[in-house]
C-alpha cells in the first residue's frame, strides 16, 4: 500500500463550488505540506504544517484553506474554486527527526475547475 | 526570498551522449534534492545533497552540491530513452529546513 494516499485522483467542479482535497499518510511523519504544480512553474508550496497544531501558509495561499485533523491526515480546501486554481496538486510528508529532511509525495489530484 | 533557477528547461538528447542539467539557487543553503517526474505522475526521489561538495551517483546520473557557488548540477553520462522524464531541483529553506523551493523542471527527452 502506498505511504502516501491522495482522494480523489482526479475531480471536475464547476467555478464556484467548494472542493476538499484529503491527504492521508502512513509514514508516521509530523510534517504535511500542500503544492500545486503548474506547467513551466514548478511545485508552489500552499500551506505546510510541522504539527496537529502547527499550520503555516506558502507562497500561494489565497483562495485556499487546509485542517490538519490528527498527525496523519491533511486536507485542502477550496472555498468558492476558480478556473486559475486548475491544476495538479500534491500532498507530500517529512520528518523531522530526520536529517535529511526529505519530503515524500503522493500520487497527486488533478482538479479541473470549468 | 530563496528562488531556484533551472537550466536548461527543455533538453532534447541522443542516446550515448552527455550532458548536464544546472540549478542556481538565490540564498545560502545546504540542502539540495533532486526529483525525478514521468508524466502523469508523481514526484520520486532521486538525490538528497546535505553538505557542500556532496556528490552522489545512481546509474547514468550523478548530482552534485557547491554551496558557495550557490549551484547543483546533474549530469547524465550515455543517455537512454529509460532516462527521458521532468527533473526537478528542490532547496530547503527556513530555519528548520521545513521548505521546499522548487525550480521550473528540465523536461528531458532521449532520442534513439
Known amino acids: 500500500d502506498a505511504d502516501v494516499t491522495q482522494t480523489p485522483r482526479n475531480r471536475i467542479t464547476k467555478t464556484g463550488k467548494r472542493i476538499m482535497l484529503e491527504c492521508s499518510q502512513t509514514?508516521?511523519?509530523?510534517?504535511m505540506y500542500w503544492y500545486r504544480q503548474d506547467p513551466g512553474l514548478g511545485l508552489r508550496l500552499i500551506y505546510y504544517?510541522?504539527?496537529?497544531?502547527?499550520?503555516n501558509k506558502g507562497e500561494i495561499s489565497d483562495g485556499y484553506s487546509v485542517s490538519r485533523q490528527a498527525q496523519a491526515k491533511f486536507s485542502l480546501s477550496l472555498e468558492s474554486a476558480i478556473p486559475n486554481q486548475t491544476a495538479l496538486y500534491f500532498c507530500?510528508?517529512?520528518?523531522?527527526?530526520?536529517?535529511?529532511?526529505?519530503?515524500?509525495f503522493g500520487p497527486g489530484t488533478r482538479l479541473t475547475v470549468t | 526570498e530563496l528562488k531556484v533557477e533551472q537550466n536548461p528547461l527543455f533538453l532534447s538528447m541522443q542516446e550515448g551522449k552527455n550532458y548536464t542539467i544546472y540549478c542556481n539557487y538565490s540564498?545560502?543553503?545546504?540542502?539540495l534534492y533532486w526529483y525525478r517526474q514521468d508524466p502523469g505522475k508523481s514526484l520520486e526521489s532521486l538525490f538528497v545533497?546535505?553538505?557542500?561538495?556532496a556528490v552522489k551517483q545512481e546509474g547514468r546520473l550523478m548530482a552534485s552540491l557547491d554551496t558557495k557557488a550557490r549551484l547543483s548540477t546533474l549530469h547524465i553520462t550515455a543517455a537512454v530513452h529509460d532516462l527521458s522524464a521532468t527533473y526537478f531541483c528542490?532547496?530547503?529553506?527556513?530555519?528548520?529546513?521545513?521548505?521546499?523551493?522548487f525550480g521550473q523542471g528540465t523536461i528531458l527527452t532521449v532520442h534513439p
Open positions: 528542490a532547496v530547503a529553506g527556513g530555519t528548520s529546513y521545513g521548505k521546499l523551493t
Open positions: 540564498t545560502t543553503s545546504d540542502r
Open positions: 545533497l546535505l553538505s557542500n561538495g
Open positions: 509514514k508516521g511523519h509530523d510534517r
Open positions: 504544517s510541522f504539527d496537529v497544531k502547527d499550520i
Open positions: 507530500a510528508t517529512s520528518d523531522s527527526g530526520s536529517p535529511r529532511y526529505e519530503q515524500y
